[in-house]
């Protein structure tokens, strides 16, 4: 069973940054995709940005790109996003996922079978 665990959020003015880490546990010896989404009030989740297992290959939303970036370290079992420039709509619980399938679309919520709990990140204007 792998076990993903997100810290790093909270409460910035807009403008402002924060990164995210969500470290993995569990069958160490297994690559994995990784990948974040977001989930506002009232909202669907909606994906942020993935990475592949060698962290050569990465893709993001349309809403950050170029505002943030995905890294991980896999000798730290751990995944991070950087965010900056936040925009108050950049509000939502975030929430870290990995699949060790092929995930031609990594960009849906159904490639993934294993998530994080999710950590709150707030943007105030």
């Known amino acids: 069973q792998v076990r993903l665990v997100e810290s790093g959020g909270g409460l910035v003015q807009a403008g402002g940054s924060l990164r995210l880490s969500c470290a993995a546990s569990?069958?160490?010896?297994?690559?994995?995709?990784m990948g974040w989404f977001r989930q506002a009030p009232g909202k669907e989740r909606e994906f942020v940005a993935t990475i592949s297992w060698s962290g050569g290959s990465t893709y993001y939303a349309d809403s950050v790109k170029g505002r943030f970036t995905i890294l991980r370290d896999n000798a730290k079992n751990t995944m991070y996003l950087q965010m900056n420039s936040l925009k108050p709509e950049d509000t939502a619980v975030y929430h870290c996922a990995a699949t060790t399938m092929p995930a031609t679309e990594p960009w849906r919520v159904g490639a993934y079978e294993h998530w994080g709990q999710g950590i709150q990140v707030t943007v105030s204007s």
């Open positions: 569990g069958r160490p010896d297994t690559s994995y995709v």
